[in-house]
């Protein structure tokens, strides 16, 4: 019964999907037509002064200003896709469309200073190498996937420094970059130019589609096959290199193919962003407490621990905060814009036992319902002893066979 009331549902946002998609093309296919304005200056003398007049208001040259923001709308937001599935190799493939690429690329390539910069170029070649090598075996993989994020957050830093750089240095590129200096909204006291609206859309597409993308590259490494890792980098490159190539050809294009990814990335970001930050921390903490060791030393009565099912209010591999209050344990839930959520366990009904393992470590707890288990990180491992103290629960004599199958998918 409940899949039969559930399937119209999904039919009914697919439709909507389209319908969206189908009127933004439909709009941005109108938006892409820009007057072509010709040089007449030499016919001056020829044209009569009636004629010579400014035929167009104010409001028809507010119009055309919009026409040729929106254009230049398209050239920033088309590569933004090939820079989220893989940042450094797609400024790369930027910055050489900049450099060898001539006069007929788009105006936000061709004009930049920053992206003509040769030093630039070989700087995210030099980088997308460093990168990639990692990533093509399953034993080197790890350590190019723990630094996956920050080379995401590079990527945005540095796509919002050329486009800030393309909209303050060229004072000759007139209508295209002349919306930079144009509030878009304003509410009372409140303003926000069209650069700092475009740099938030250009950090929530990276950061949605390269979650997306890192779930997946996670998901492959746990399949027993060899080669499959290397596969997946060079299929990886090759849509960022097809991705950037629409983008040359047509930027109005590359923005849609851009939506339509985001689109479906967007879908499924919450469930991907649980797995997602789980499988970070699972890598990422073991590697940084090598760098730090003051990172691998337990202060505090508290944890950061991913329940393997669902518990209480909270879903499987959502990241929570296990807490010792004195008389009970508490799963505590901070939430940017809504209030904490929480879940006690008083110790009077239930008891907890720590397990170090080879990839995940485990807390096994017992109650009056079914027996949960609690995952976190070996980034304690040194000192497991000294954080079961400060939490107060107890450490099992033997340690648990964990495998690549805690990372797998929880539901």
């Given at each position: 019964?409940?899949?039969?009331?559930?399937?119209?549902?999904?039919?009914?946002?697919?439709?909507?999907?389209?319908?969206?998609?189908?009127?933004?093309?439909?709009?941005?296919?109108?938006?892409?037509?820009?007057?072509?304005?010709?040089?007449?200056?030499?016919?001056?003398?020829?044209?009569?002064?009636?004629?010579q007049?400014d035929?167009?208001?104010?409001?028809?040259?507010?119009?055309?200003?919009?026409l040729?923001?929106?254009?230049?709308?398209f050239?920033?937001?088309?590569?933004?896709?090939?820079?989220?599935?893989?940042?450094?190799?797609?400024?790369?493939?930027?910055?050489?469309?900049?450099?060898?690429?001539?006069?007929?690329?788009?105006?936000?390539?061709?004009?930049?200073?920053?992206?003509?910069?040769?030093?630039?170029?070989?700087?995210?070649?030099?980088?997308?190498?460093?990168?990639?090598?990692?990533?093509?075996?399953?034993?080197?993989?790890?350590?190019?996937?723990?630094?996956?994020?920050?080379?995401?957050?590079?990527?945005?830093?540095?796509?919002?420094?050329?486009?800030?750089?393309?909209?303050?240095?060229?004072?000759?590129?007139?209508?295209?970059?002349a919306?930079?200096?144009?509030?878009?909204f304003?509410?009372?006291?409140?303003?926000?130019?069209?650069?700092?609206?475009?740099?938030?859309?250009?950090?929530?597409?990276?950061?949605?589609?390269?979650?997306?993308?890192?779930?997946?590259?996670?998901?492959?490494?746990?399949?027993?096959?060899?080669f499959?890792?290397?596969?997946?980098?060079?299929?990886?490159?090759?849509?960022?290199?097809?991705?950037?190539?629409?983008?040359?050809?047509?930027?109005?294009?590359?923005?849609?193919?851009?939506?339509?990814?985001?689109?479906?990335?967007?879908?499924?970001?919450?469930?991907?962003?649980?797995?997602?930050?789980?499988?970070?921390?699972?890598?990422?903490d073991?590697?940084?407490?090598?760098?730090?060791?003051?990172?691998?030393?337990?202060?505090?009565?508290?944890?950061?621990?991913?329940?393997?099912q669902?518990?209480?209010?909270?879903?499987?591999?959502?990241?929570?905060?296990?807490?010792?209050?004195?008389?009970?344990?508490?799963?505590?839930?901070?939430?940017?814009?809504?209030p904490s959520?929480?879940?006690?366990?008083?110790?009077?009904?239930?008891?907890?036992?720590?397990?170090?393992?080879?990839?995940?470590?485990?807390?096994?707890?017992?109650?009056?319902?079914?027996?949960?288990?609690?995952?976190?990180?070996?980034?304690?491992?040194?000192?497991?002893?000294?954080?079961?103290?400060?939490?107060?629960?107890?450490?099992?004599?033997?340690?648990?066979?964990?495998?690549?199958?805690?990372?797998?998918?929880?539901?």
């Amino acid at each position: 019964m409940l899949a039969s009331h559930q399937s119209p549902n999904y039919r009914t946002l697919a439709l909507r999907l389209i319908c969206i998609l189908l009127a933004i093309v439909s709009i941005g296919s109108l938006l892409q037509w820009s007057p072509q304005t010709q040089e007449v200056a030499q016919l001056s003398g020829l044209v009569p002064d009636a004629l010579q007049t400014d035929p167009l208001s104010a409001k028809d040259h507010e119009l055309a200003t919009g026409l040729a923001g929106t254009v230049s709308a398209f050239e920033w937001l088309g590569p933004l896709a090939p820079i989220a599935i893989s940042p450094f190799f797609g400024l790369a493939c930027l910055c050489g469309i900049s450099l060898y690429g001539g006069d007929w690329m788009p105006a936000f390539a061709s004009g930049n200073p920053v992206l003509q910069n040769p030093a630039v170029l070989w700087a995210f070649v030099i980088l997308t190498v460093v990168t990639s090598l990692p990533r093509l075996t399953k034993v080197s993989k790890p350590v190019g996937q723990a630094i996956d994020q920050l080379e995401a957050w590079s990527g945005i830093i540095a796509i919002i420094v050329i486009r800030i750089a393309s909209a303050t240095s060229d004072p000759a590129a007139g209508e295209a970059t002349a919306m930079a200096a144009i509030p878009v909204f304003e509410c009372g006291f409140f303003s926000m130019s069209a650069d700092v609206l475009f740099s938030i859309a250009a950090m929530i597409n990276i950061v949605v589609i390269n979650t997306v993308k890192f779930f997946f590259e996670v998901s492959v490494w746990l399949m027993p096959f060899p080669f499959v890792d290397a596969m997946l980098e060079v299929a990886n490159k090759s849509v960022c290199a097809a991705l950037m190539a629409v983008y040359v050809w047509s930027p109005f294009w590359a923005t849609m193919l851009n939506l339509v990814i985001f689109l479906a990335c967007f879908a499924a970001f919450s469930w991907v962003k649980r797995q997602v930050t789980y499988m970070r921390s699972i890598l990422f903490d073991p590697v940084w407490t090598m760098v730090q060791k003051s990172y691998g030393q337990p202060k505090t009565k508290e944890l950061t621990v991913f329940p393997q099912q669902g518990i209480g209010p909270f879903a499987a591999r959502e990241r929570l905060q296990l807490v010792d209050t004195g008389e009970s344990w508490e799963l505590r839930q901070t939430r940017m814009l809504f209030p904490s959520k929480t879940h006690v366990l008083p110790k009077s009904d239930y008891q907890m036992q720590m397990q170090s393992g080879m990839i995940v470590n485990k807390i096994n707890v017992a109650g009056p319902e079914t027996p949960e288990t609690l995952l976190f990180t070996r980034r304690f491992n040194d000192h497991l002893d000294q954080l079961a103290g400060l939490l107060g629960v107890e450490v099992a004599a033997q340690e648990e066979q964990s495998s690549v199958s805690d990372l797998a998918i929880g539901t």
